[in-house]
């Protein structure tokens, strides 16, 4: 879809309270585009591209207009805004950050448009939506898949709403370690006034 076109779309918007992160599940270093993303989607019986953005290893392409419903995590749709990297696997099939620098730059410049638009949205990486069975957060042992490969709620940590409630046990632990230094930076300069 062309730039332009996808602009028009975008014009027909929902709300978004979410912003959901994954990769294309790919070997690192496999050059794919959003077209063969969709081919693979549309094989399952989807409509379109589940994601709405693909970073690729040149650039961004768009996928699924912004105005629609994305594929991205069951139960978690409605509101959501979806992203994709490409890659997400090592050579020998096992899941792993493979985003390089300039995926990663382009991660930041697509979360930061969408919250200039959505401030209120939660960023979690796909594997954050996992069931959480023992309630203490999502860990390892029960996501659904590793993907995104990456912790997207502590790396992204700093863009979230004011509130935020991480769902992974990881996210929950930086959150409260956070809290921690920032209670005892007050503590300090209270005590040094």
Same mark, same amino acid.
């Given at each position: 879809?062309?730039?332009?076109? %996808?602009?028009?779309?975008?014009?027909?918007? +929902?709300?978004i309270k979410e912003i959901h992160i994954h990769c294309s599940a790919t070997r690192e270093g496999q050059a794919i585009t959003a077209d063969e993303i969709r081919k693979w989607h549309k094989a399952r019986g989807w409509s379109d591209i589940g994601y709405h953005y693909i970073i690729g290893f040149q650039g961004i392409e768009f996928g699924r207009p912004l105005h629609r $419903? *994305? =594929?991205s995590a +069951?139960?978690?749709?409605?509101y959501a805004a979806a992203i994709a990297y490409i890659g997400g696997l090592d050579a020998n099939g096992k899941a792993k950050d493979t985003r390089t620098p300039r995926q990663k730059e382009l991660?930041?410049? /697509? $979360?930061?448009?969408?919250? =200039?638009? %959505? *401030?209120? =949205?939660? /960023?979690?990486?796909? +594997?954050?939506?996992? &069931?959480?069975?023992?309630?203490?957060?999502v860990e390892k042992h029960e996501f659904m898949?590793?993907?995104?490969?990456?912790? =997207?709620? &502590?790396? %992204?940590?700093? %863009?979230q709403p004011k509130?935020?409630?991480p769902k992974s046990k990881v996210g929950k632990d930086e959150k409260a370690k956070r809290n921690k230094a920032r209670s005892n930076s007050k503590?300090?300069?209270t005590a040094s006034s």
């Open positions: 879809m062309l730039n332009a076109e %996808y602009k028009l779309e975008e014009k027909k918007m +929902r709300e $419903i *994305p =594929a +069951r139960g978690h749709n409605k991660l930041v410049k /697509i $979360i930061k448009q969408l919250k =200039a638009k %959505y *401030p209120k =949205a939660k /960023i979690h990486g796909h +594997r954050d939506l996992s &069931v959480d069975k023992d309630g203490d957060g898949k590793m993907c995104p490969c990456f912790n =997207a709620e &502590v790396e %992204y940590m700093d %863009y509130g935020f409630v503590e300090s300069s």
